[in-house]
């Protein structure tokens, strides 16, 4: 029996595919890994430190047609805040997109000189459930395994614990509470 903790092999090995093209700087540096993706791409990496209100969101990417621009919570350790970067740049290896529906109010406020679809695609990636975001999970684990040399194993938020997130952020934002629904 799987534990709900375990990864598909075929998904490990294609994040482990994806990550022997890329060259992890060694000694680590999270900047110089990513002026190499950014090189790779052709487009800069934009890492941006802000305070998430609430506590349930850690970071985010948004990619633009000039940047790739990475948010990550500035009020936690050293550690946790490359791993959000690292996941947030999992996602730029794998190219993914996200086709959840986000409220255009939320995606202004968020960013009010932002175009709207451009926020809505970077807020869509929620649901940790999702072979995206196992996928960028596992490639920031990967890199904290080969940077660390010691294994660590990609953990999931349940869908329940994903669905509060949003409604909290909702809340947070003044967006409509489906936690009533």
């Known amino acids: 029996m799987r534990s ?4 598909p092999k075929q998904l490990q090995a294609s994040c482990q595919q994806r990550l022997a093209e890329i060259r992890i700087p060694e000694p680590f540096d999270i ?16 890492l941006a430190p802000m305070h998430f209100a609430g506590g349930s969101i850690f970071g985010t990417w948004l990619g633009t047609d000039a940047a790739d621009y990475i948010f990550y919570e500035q009020r936690t350790s050293t550690p946790h805040q490359q791993h959000i ?4 740049l999992g996602h ?15 995606a202004g406020m968020l960013f009010p000189d ?22 960028a999970e596992i490639i920031a ?10 294994p660590l194993e ?28």
Request: proline share 6%; aromatic share 2%; with cysteine.
């Open 4 to 7: 709900r903790h375990a990864v």
């Open 31 to 46: 900047n110089e890994l990513c002026a190499r993706i950014s090189a790779d791409r052709g487009r800069p990496i934009v």
């Open 85 to 88: 970067i690292l996941h947030e």
């Open 92 to 106: 730029i290896i794998c190219g993914h997109r996200s086709d959840v529906p986000i409220d255009q109010g939320i």
């Open 114 to 135: 932002c175009d709207p679809q451009l926020v809505r695609d970077m807020l869509r990636r929620g649901d940790f459930s999702t072979q995206q975001e196992q996928e």
């Open 141 to 150: 684990s990967l890199v904290m395994e080969k940077v660390s040399r010691q």
């Open 154 to 181: 990609p953990t999931w938020a349940t869908p329940a614990q994903d669905l509060a997130a949003i409604a909290r952020l909702e809340r947070l934002l003044g967006g409509p509470d489906r936690s009533t629904r």
